[in-house]
C-alpha cells in the first residue's frame, strides 16, 4: 500500500478540516531535528483537543501503521521516480492556475511576469547568518561550505523571496527560478515549510519529493502544460526536433528531452548523463514514455545498460543518427531509430521504435490523402 503523499494529506487536511503539519507528522514526512520528537508530537496531538487515553492508543497506533508501511523515511526516492497521478494533477493545477493568472500566451514563458503573479519579489543576497553557520557547521562539518556553493536557488517564505545564484548559464537560471516559484505555490509546501522549526525537519525522502515536485512546477511553467507535447507529437521525435524545441521555450535541451519523453504519445526513450568538466559521464538517467515502457519494460529493471552506456559515450557535438535492434519485454527484436548529441553538458541518447515512426509516416499520408 502506498502511504498518501503530501498533495494528497493537504486534501484531506481541508476536507476534515484536521492541521495539516499533524497529518504530515502523522506520515513520518516530518522528523525531529534531534532525538526528541517529543515536543511537536505533544503539540500536534494538543492541537486534537484533549485526548482520551484510548484515543492516544489509537492515534499512536496510526502513526505506527503510517511509518511501517510506507515508511517515508525508510523508503529512498529515487530520483527519477514519477510523481504519482494525484499529486501531478494537483501540481497541474496550481502551475495552470498562474499561468492563466499571469496571462501568458507566447513562447518562451516570461519568467519574471509569471513570478510577479505569483506574489515574489526578488531576494537581496543570500547569507547566513553567523548563528545558523555554526548550527549548520556542527551538524554537518565541511558539508556546509560545499553545499552552499552548490546552492543554485532558494525560496525564502517569510518574505516572498527567491534568491536565485548570480551568473549561472541564463537556460539554467530558468530553470532554477521557475523551480523556486514551484516551491513557493504548491501550499502543501508553504504550509510544511511555515511549520518547521528548530526542532522539527523535513526527513530525506520528503526533502527529495518536495524536490521533483518543485521540478514538475518548473516544468509545467516553462513548458506551459500540454504546449511542448502538442509540438513534439505534431512529428516523428528526432534529437534535432528536441534542439527546436528548446529554442522555442527557451529550456536546456536535457530538460527538453526529459520532457518529451515523459509526456510524448510515441514509443521513445531518452537517456543522458551529466558530463563533468573532466570529461567523464555520470550515472545513466533514464526516461521512457508511457507506449516505450509498455513494450521494452526498461524502467522496470529491463534496460539494456550496455548499449545505452556506448551510445551515450559516443556521443558527439553534433547528432548522429543509427538504427539498432533490440528485444523488447516478450523478447521479440524491436527496430529503434537511436540518435545521439553531446551538448557539452550532458550525453544524450534517444531510443524511437522504427514502426512507430513508419506507422506515423503512414498515417500521416493517409490523413493527407483522405483531405
Ligand atoms: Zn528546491
Redesign the pocket.
Known sequence: VEQPKPAALHKVARAYDVPFPTLMQWAGYLEADDAQLSPNQAMALRVLGDPSDDELRALREIIKVLRARGSATATPFAADRPLDPETRQEIVRYAYALLHEAGVDSRPTPLHVVQSAAGLVAAGELTLTPKDRDRLVSRFGGWVSRAWQNLL???DFREDAIWVKPDLHPKRERWVRA??I??AILPWQRETFAYLDDQTRLNDATAAL??RE??EVAAEILFQGKQLQDEADGSPITLEGICELAALFDTSIVATARRVADRTGQECAVAIAHQGRDGWLGPTHLYCSRSFEARFRWQAGRRPENEIRTALRSAALIVRRNEVSLPDARAERAALRLETLNTGYAAIATFVRDGAVRRFVRDRAHALGAR
Open positions: 536557488g532558494a525560496m523551480h523556486e514551484g516551491h518536495f524536490e518543485a521540478n
